[in-house]
């Protein structure tokens, strides 16, 4: 047994999780979310505890057991307090703007970039250079913040480019100067 599925997990104050045919969704105050659960796991409900077991007749391997315990763990901290990853630009003259339902992103190339916000995310952009991508999917926050920093990755020797907030880049020291 993953040693994650030894304690359950816990339901915080104005969430519920429905567990009916594999299907597990999770209603809280931000919104709704579904998970298919594959054959062999058991959930079991008491009261605000979820327990994660395997079905000794299905043999499957143990680890299914800790990722869908993150899985709905994911799920329930989504619908209750949402997910959000920041990003900076750093750049002369690079700039974000959110045009309808598409983030226009100006980051050195010779065209503006245009980004398709997808369902369910929320994009803001603050003085045109840090951008804030919140959600209650933990997953598509996190996949449509890593579309916008693939545009222009910070490189190594000034740091130019788009990067989370969080984030180090280590820099390089280039090339030494010829002669003198």
Same mark, same amino acid.
């Given at each position: 047994? $993953?040693?994650?599925?030894? +304690? ?78 920041? !990003?900076? !630009? ?14 226009? !992103? /100006? ?19 603050? /003085? ?13 926050? %996190? ?6 920093? $693939? ?19 280590? /820099? /390089?020291?280039? +090339?030494?100067?010829? %002669?003198?």
């Amino acid at each position: 047994m $993953s040693r994650l599925a030894k +304690k359950p997990i816990e339901l915080p104050q104005g969430t519920e999780l429905n567990i009916t045919n594999g299907l597990v969704t999770v209603k809280g105050p931000k919104g709704q979310l579904q998970l298919v659960i594959m054959q062999g796991i058991v959930l079991k409900q008491e009261e605000k505890n979820i327990w994660l077991s395997l079905d000794e007749k299905i043999h499957i391997k143990k680890s299914f057991l800790g990722l869908y315990l993150s899985l709905i763990k994911n799920m329930i901290e989504g619908v209750s307090k949402g997910f959000e990853k920041r !990003l900076q !630009l750093i750049g002369v003259g690079y700039r974000a703007a959110v045009a309808g339902n598409s983030l226009d !992103l /100006k980051v050195g190339h010779s065209h503006p970039t245009l980004l398709a916000i997808p369902e369910g995310i929320q994009v803001n952009v603050d /003085k045109s250079v840090a951008i804030s991508v919140t959600g209650i999917d933990k997953r598509a926050v %996190g996949q449509f913040a890593a579309d916008i920093r $693939s545009v222009r990755p910070p490189e190594p020797y000034k740091g130019k480019g788009i990067r989370y907030v969080d984030e180090f880049v280590r /820099k /390089k020291a280039g +090339k030494a100067a010829k %002669g003198a």
